[in-house]
């Protein structure tokens, strides 16, 4: 039986997603949970790796079992052996057709970003912080320079391990309440570090240092060096894959509201 979990977590106190020596990812302590619920050795595969300090809203995890547990079994079985700040938010049983990666047509971030002239306090860990104020409309511009097909190179880092640098950005869209702002994306795939990158540009942009055009130029230059520098994974959250609805996938989970 192939069973596919969808998974929220706070990264701040973690390593990434995948598994290190160190135990201290997310994907450990999820297996770790699996395993004392099951008392079986379980592997899984995610949608999306997220870096260090990365957050997870709706990753989407599938592995193969030979046990028979009801949906409502897999979400309260797992939750009782995970950390507080990890929580399977749904179970699908499905097939060994379905592949939470390889399925998805499309995957989600949001980025939300704290203006103030103060650090952030009570939402360390969870927001990126400029103090400089932002202009809108012209990150709206830059941003509206990346949609489509494109090498992106230059917001690629030196350690990717993907194929191509090439990839369809489909939506790059902003909200304001507040001092907060939402930035979400949503390409058929990310490099790494490719939207931390791309933030690092929009917030100089917002700032004023640098011109719209420049979104151009640092897109054209297919060269990481001529970006801003890699921004805070703090307020990096990924919102999760999208696939067929034939495959009885949840869209979202609750704690996708929860952002502003």
């Not at 995890?61 to 939750?79: A, C, M």
């Amino acid at each position: 039986m192939r069973v596919a979990l969808g998974l929220s977590y706070n990264g701040s106190a973690y390593q990434g997603w995948q598994s290190q020596l160190s135990g201290q990812t997310v994907q450990d302590k999820l297996e770790a949970a699996l395993r004392k619920f099951t008392t079986q050795r379980v592997s899984t595969l995610c949608a999306g790796r997220t870096d260090a300090g990365v957050h997870g809203i709706m990753q989407v995890v599938h592995f193969d079992t030979e046990l028979d547990r009801d949906t409502y079994s897999w979400v309260r079985g797992t939750n009782a052996n995970l950390p507080r700040d990890i929580a399977v938010q749904w179970a699908v049983h499905t097939t060994a057709a379905f592949h939470c990666r390889a399925c998805a047509t499309s995957r989600r971030y949001a980025y939300v970003l704290y203006e103030s002239p103060v650090r952030p306090s009570v939402d360390h860990g969870r927001v990126g912080w400029t103090f400089h104020k932002l202009d809108a409309n012209a990150m709206q511009q830059a941003a509206n320079v990346l949609l489509g097909e494109h090498d992106f190179t230059s917001f690629r880092a030196s350690q990717c391990q993907a194929l191509s640098p090439v990839k369809t950005l489909m939506e790059v869209s902003m909200s304001q309440r507040g001092a907060y702002w939402r930035i979400e994306f949503e390409a058929n795939a990310f490099l790494h570090h490719m939207i931390r990158n791309i933030m690092g540009c929009l917030v100089q942009i917002g700032q004023g240092r640098k011109p719209v055009a420049w979104m151009a130029d640092v897109l054209a230059a297919r060269d990481r060096r001529a970006a801003a520098p890699t921004f805070s994974p703090d307020g990096l959250y990924f919102l999760g894959p999208r696939y067929d609805p034939h495959w009885g996938i949840p869209d979202r989970t609750a704690a996708y509201d929860g952002l502003p």
